[in-house]
């Protein structure tokens, strides 16, 4: 697996398309109401919408991600890193802000390569 991290609209989905071949077509768009991890397609994008997906519906997200795991290990996931800021009032945001940053930890564990973005400019961590 690679896993692309970084901020928003810090350059992620670019970086990924150009650097590894991939068209748009490429891509599957994760969306906050699909519990679901589609993974057919190579590449992932908006990990954390899967995640806020899985909090939302009361899942364990420590048990999902691990599930996905074997199916992602040709993948390409990109996640937006959503720890910084101010830390949430909202229960259910605050929960997702910390169930996305231990499930990206766990990716970045098992990735074979790990890229952060930071305004437009990778920086390969492993």
């Excluded at 490429?26 to 899967?50: I, M, S």
């Excluded at 996931?77 to 910084?84: E, F, L, N, Q, Y």
């Amino acid at each position: 697996m690679k896993l692309i991290i970084g901020g928003a609209y810090q350059g992620k989905l670019d970086y990924a398309l150009s650097h590894y071949g991939f068209t748009r077509n490429d891509v599957h768009f994760c969306a906050e109401d699909e519990t679901a991890l589609v993974t057919d397609k190579p590449v992932l994008y908006g990990f954390e919408r899967w995640v806020l997906a899985l909090v939302r519906s009361g899942r364990d997200v420590r048990v999902e991600v691990e599930a996905v795991l074997p199916r992602l290990s040709d993948k390409v996931v990109i996640a937006t890193d959503i720890s910084a800021g101010v830390v949430p009032i909202d229960p259910v945001i605050r929960a997702w802000r910390e169930d996305s940053g231990r499930a990206t930890v766990r990716l970045a564990g098992v990735a074979d390569e790990v890229v952060r973005l930071f305004v437009g400019l990778p920086t390969k961590l492993k």
